[in-house]
């Protein structure tokens, strides 16, 4: 039997911090490398877009882009 790339503990943990059902499922029947690759790059893309459209993560990036902008003016 090949080893599983996630184990079920790490499948459970990821399902404690959030991850949706249907993508704990998918994870959970994932038997080999390339699927499970497959899936993990789908939940970070989907995690990569949650952040983005948060508004406070949009703060924190003009705050931080107006920042470097002031300090690459001072030099």
Do not use: W
């Not at 939940?43 to 406070?56: A, D, M």
């Amino acid at each position: 039997m090949e080893q599983r790339l996630v184990s079920d503990d790490e499948v459970e943990e990821l399902s404690d911090l959030g991850l949706p059902y249907d993508k704990e499922k998918r994870l959970s029947r994932s038997r080999s490398v390339d699927s499970t690759r497959h899936c993990l790059v789908d939940i970070q893309e989907e995690c990569e877009k949650e952040i983005e459209l948060n508004s406070s993560y949009k703060q924190f990036k003009e705050a931080l882009l107006l920042k470097v902008k002031r300090g690459y003016h001072h030099k």
